[in-house]
Every structure is written in structure tokens, then in C-alpha cells.
T-cell receptor, first 115, second 112 residues
Framework: AQSVTQLDSQVPVFEEAPVELRCNYS??????LFWYVQYPNQGLQLLLK??????LVKGINGFEAEFNKSQTSFHLRKPSVHISDTAEYFC?????????????FGAGTRLAVHP | NAGVTQTPKFQVLKTGQSMTLQCAQD?????MYWYRQDPGMGLRLIYY???????DKGEVPNGYNVSRLNKREFSLRLESAAPSQTSVYFC???????????FGPGTRLTVL
């Protein structure tokens, strides 16, 4: 069975510091990988995705992630965070079956940026 | 372009009551999904619809039914609400060309 593990449930960090949110997945087949962000009392917004090609993916708001097939990881990074980055971040894998896909989500990582 | 819309935004039910959560998308997507979000558990798939006229169970379908009314609309029904169904419900649709799911703003449901 496929699964997604986000290794940290909460990550506190000071403003302008770098941050890494970790994501590992398990799957016996090829997957697509996504990071979504959820601001308080809002829906999920796509940050970035890996479908194929370059393993370093750049997304919105200065975030990037690197797909590492050998380590089955897709960690999210930002070199300098802002207060406005405070949110919950979800890693997800997509399994393709018969022309449609299903997303499997990790439990989420709550990023708290302090001044 | 509204994207994915959901109604209502909030709802409080008593145990045993029924209700339908509405979802609509204006992106001409074939695939639509219903998820529930609970603290510490991420989002879990309840039901999905690969195309108009088809629906399939996801990870946690018990206690729910769905209807794919047309290509735009995908509703979720709770026939007899239980406190365990207290959650935030998200609808999503998938763009085939981008292979990406787009989410609505959510419905926060409390069952007393």
C-alpha cells in the first residue's frame, strides 16, 4: 500500500531563517508528488508539483522541493521564511489508475514563523 | 473564474439528521473528489468520480453517499449524521492536462 509520511508535525522557525519540511513516501509504482499549503480557515492551494523531468522543482512564494527517487523523499525548502508563511503544509502522492488519479496525503506539518 | 465552490461554509447538525454538501466546478474537469480533514490525519478520500455518471468509494466511504449530478456538480450526502462525522469537508476537481487537483474552500460540519 502507498503511504506518505511527514516527519515533523510542527516546525517552529524564526523569520528570515531557512526551513525544510520533510516528506517520505512509499510506493511500488511511479508516482506524482505534490506540496499543498493551507492557510488558516482556507482550502488547499498548490505550492508545487513533480510530474517528470528535473528533480528540483520550484513553486510559488519562493518554495522549492527536490525529488529523490533512491530515498523516496520530496522535501520542501525555503531559504528565508516570512511571517506570512505560517500555515499547514501537506505532502501528497498521486497514483494513476485508468486515466484518473487519487491523492494520498501526509498528516501535515504546521509551520510557525516567529518574529 | 470561480474554480471550485462549496456550500454551505458551516453547518451544525444533531445526531441522526441528514444533509447534502454541494460542490461545483467551472473548469470543465472530468474528475471530482470529496475529502474529509481531521486533525493529525491529513485529508482522506471519501468518494470520487472519474467522469459524469460514475462514482467510486475512497478510503472512508461509510456513512456517506454521493451524486455526480452533471459534469459540474458533485454532491455528498450524510443520511444519518453521527458525531464521528464532525470534520472539515473539501471538494476537489482534477485538471487532466495539468494532472493537478484544485480544492474548494471547505465546509466545516459539526454533529452534536
Amino acid at each position: 500500500a502507498q503511504s506518505v509520511t511527514q516527519l515533523d508535525s510542527q516546525v517552529p522557525v524564526f523569520e528570515e531563517a531557512p526551513v525544510e519540511l520533510r516528506c517520505n513516501y512509499s510506493s511500488s509504482v511511479s508516482v506524482y508528488l505534490f506540496w499543498y499549503v493551507q492557510y488558516p480557515n482556507q482550502g488547499l492551494q498548490l505550492l508545487l508539483k513533480y510530474l517528470s523531468g528535473s528533480t528540483l522543482v520550484k513553486g510559488i512564494n519562493g518554495f522549492e522541493a527536490e525529488f529523490n527517487k533512491s530515498q523516496t523523499s520530496f522535501h520542501l525548502r525555503k531559504p528565508s521564511v516570512h511571517i506570512s508563511d505560517t500555515a499547514e503544509y501537506f505532502c501528497a502522492v498521486s497514483l494513476r489508475r485508468g486515466g484518473y488519479n487519487k491523492l494520498i496525503f501526509g498528516a501535515g506539518t504546521r509551520l510557525a514563523v516567529h518574529p | 473564474n470561480a474554480g471550485v465552490t462549496q456550500t454551505p461554509k458551516f453547518q451544525v447538525l444533531k445526531t441522526g439528521q441528514s444533509m447534502t454538501l454541494q460542490c461545483a466546478q467551472d473548469m470543465n474537469h472530468n474528475s471530482m473528489y470529496w475529502y474529509r480533514q481531521d486533525p493529525g490525519m491529513g485529508l482522506r478520500l471519501i468518494y470520487y468520480s472519474a467522469s459524469e455518471g460514475t462514482t467510486d468509494k475512497g478510503e472512508v466511504p461509510n456513512g456517506y453517499n454521493v451524486s455526480r449530478l452533471n459534469k459540474r456538480e458533485f454532491s455528498l450526502r450524510l443520511e444519518s449524521a453521527a458525531p464521528s462525522q464532525t470534520s472539515v469537508y473539501f471538494c476537489a476537481s482534477r485538471g487532466e492536462s495539468t494532472d493537478t487537483q484544485y480544492f474548494g474552500p471547505g465546509t466545516r460540519l459539526t454533529v452534536l
